[in-house]
């Protein structure tokens, strides 16, 4: 089981006069954990480490416009004019032949266009944009240069230090191309870079930096783009390639590993983010949401559903019955009486399945227990993700263990309700958790968490996240089970007139 933690502050960031509050979250994993992140650093500390990190990047990305001379084709938007950027078409949305132009004015991330004659060069992290004007000058001129890492959570300094950097270089070789490297490989269709290292390997961290940025920044090539992928792992391609084949015709190159010269006409490098596991419409063409994203992901799983119906036919259940799926632990944030609230649920009259997701877990094997639920029931942890699943007006019961309630609601039950689901937070009382068997009634680890959360990180960790488990009062979560069946119930007679 991949666990998945989060941590939160609230920073207040003012620059120039301008007052941004943006919400710093760190995750940390245990398995899957591809860097490990050392959070004992005081918040003060931190916070001017985050400014000064800040300041750092506009100071590498500015203005070289100035130090080549050539104005016109040079676009870098930066952080500092654009923070609060409230234009409909994201910046560089409309970029010129020979141009690369770069939109930093997110705080999540960074992403660059550039088009013209565009050609690889992995041994050296570059991309090359070749152009040919009658300037004077030496050929082979260096023009514009610009750094970008192309993962979506430039926020964090300590995971950003992980990804592999882009150097995108604009240089000038009059009209003759024999001065530019050669092709190996021609695309005919645009290309969009980016990174599957990071997180990538907690299914929370797949979607919400990866898939649904994908989604956001490729949608709009309707499959006729290619994807370049830097820190590619097989295994990732293997796991996603459902919803791969659903947002590209073309099989995905292997930057890293494929020194090949890669030309193209047009490249996105790095991939636009709106929100945890959300998409903006109003920031989108054709005004996609992330019910259209769920839509991608039916898609993407209808085929080989299909082969598992013959293959693994499911197990024969009421159809009158609403269907309510829990979404299992073992260990930390296991739900201790599982087998009462089964038995519980069935009473009242749903059919329930158990599922116990793992890394290796098919997704499609997922998505089909998902797509034919109406209730899904889990305890806080990056297996919530699956909610991505459900079908929109169906029902999601986050547990919320103490000392989760931010995050829980943060990355779970408000995106849920943007899905369109029906959202229920069960914030367990203190007597719901096995703390309550550890500490004093009035210690502050029960009666106020966010204290022990404001002492750090380490603190959140250790206490609520890998070691409580939940022991459901279930009189009180009966409630909800008992309205969430009334509701589907309502629903479905309501669907039948
Ligand atoms: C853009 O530039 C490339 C090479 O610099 C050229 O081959 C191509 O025809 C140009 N496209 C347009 C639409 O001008
Ligand atoms: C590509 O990168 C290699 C390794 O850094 C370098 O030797 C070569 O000159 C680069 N090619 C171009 C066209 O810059
Ligand atoms: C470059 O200049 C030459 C002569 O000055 C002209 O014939 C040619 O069309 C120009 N090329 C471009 C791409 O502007
Ligand atoms: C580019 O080519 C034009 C003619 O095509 C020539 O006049 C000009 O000097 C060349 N520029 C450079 C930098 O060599
Ligand atoms: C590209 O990689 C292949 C196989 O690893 C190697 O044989 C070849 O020399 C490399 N070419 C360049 C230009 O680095
Ligand atoms: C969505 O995007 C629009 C346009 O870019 C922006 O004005 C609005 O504030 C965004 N909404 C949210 C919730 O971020
Ligand atoms: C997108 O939404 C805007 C504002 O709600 C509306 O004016 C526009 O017609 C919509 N566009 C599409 C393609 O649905
Ligand atoms: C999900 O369920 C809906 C409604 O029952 C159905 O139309 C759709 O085909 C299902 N999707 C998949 C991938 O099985
Ligand atoms: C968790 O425990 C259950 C019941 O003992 C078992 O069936 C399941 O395979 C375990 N799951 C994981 C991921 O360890």
Redesign the pocket.
Same mark, same amino acid.
């Given at each position: 089981m991949v666990d998945h933690h989060q941590r939160h502050h609230h920073v207040q960031l003012i620059r120039k006069g301008v007052n941004v509050s943006t919400v710093i979250h760190h995750v940390d994993e245990e398995n899957g954990c591809l860097i490990s992140i050392k959070r004992s650093r005081p918040k003060l500390l931190f916070f001017l480490t985050f400014c000064s990190f800040l300041s750092c990047c506009l100071l590498l990305i500015s203005s070289p416009s100035s130090t080549f001379g050539f104005p016109l084709s040079l676009y870098s938007y930066e952080a500092e004019d654009e923070i609060i +950027? /409230?234009?409909?078409a994201p910046l560089c949305s409309s970029v010129s032949n020979g141009t690369i132009c770069c939109d930093r004015s997110s705080i999540r991330s960074d992403i660059c266009i550039m088009k013209g004659d565009i050609r690889t060069n992995s041994s050296s992290f570059s991309i090359f944009l070749y152009t040919s004007d009658n300037i004077s000058g030496d050929l082979n001129e260096l023009r514009h240069e610009e750094k970008i890492k192309p993962y979506t959570r430039k926020w964090e300094p300590s995971t950003m230090a992980t990804i592999d950097e882009l150097t995108l270089v604009s240089k000038n070789s009059n009209s003759t191309t024999e001065n530019r490297h050669k092709c190996d490989v021609y695309h005919d269709v645009p290309a969009v870079f980016f990174s599957t290292g990071g997180f990538t390997g907690n299914v929370y961290h797949e979607f919400n930096d990866g898939l649904i940025p994908l989604y956001i920044t490729s949608q709009k090539f309707n499959k006729k783009v290619v994807f370049v992928i830097l820190e590619y792992h097989d295994w990732w391609i293997t796991k996603y390639e459902d919803v791969l084949s659903q947002l590209s015709d073309y099989e995905a190159v292997d930057f890293n590993g494929d020194n090949r010269t890669h030309c193209f006409s047009e490249a996105v490098v790095g991939l636009r983010i709106? /929100?945890e596991l959300a998409i903006?419409s +109003? +920031?989108m063409p054709g005004n996609k949401t992330i019910g259209d994203f769920h839509n991608v992901l039916d898609s993407s799983y209808l085929p080989r559903i299909h082969d598992l119906v013959h293959e693994e036919p499911e197990k024969t259940r009421d159809p009158e019955k609403p269907k309510l799926v829990i979404i299992s632990r073992n260990g930390s944030r296991a739900i201790m009486n599982q087998d009462l609230l089964v038995k519980m649920a069935e009473k009242i009259g749903f059919a329930v399945e158990i599922l116990w997701p793992d890394k290796t877990t098919e997704l499609a094997k997922i998505y089909r227990s998902l797509n034919s639920s109406d209730v899904m029931v889990g305890v806080h942890g990056a297996a919530m993700t699956h909610f991505l699943f459900m079908r929109p007006g169906s029902v999601f019961i986050q547990v919320v263990p103490l000392g989760t309630n931010w995050a829980a609601e943060t990355y779970y039950g408000g995106p849920a309700k943007k899905l369109g689901l029906r959202y229920i937070g069960y914030e367990i009382l203190p007597k719901e958790s096995s703390l309550y068997d550890e500490y004093e009634s009035n210690d502050v680890v029960l009666k106020d968490p966010n204290s022990v959360n404001d002492r750090g990180w380490e603190f959140t960790k250790k206490i609520y996240l890998d070691r409580q488990k939940v022991r459901l009062n279930l009189a009180r979560f009966r409630k909800h089970l008992v309205r969430s069946h009334f509701y589907i119930m309502a629903k479905r007679n309501h669907a039948q007139i």
């Open positions: +950027s /409230d234009a409909k709106h /929100d903006n +109003s +920031s």
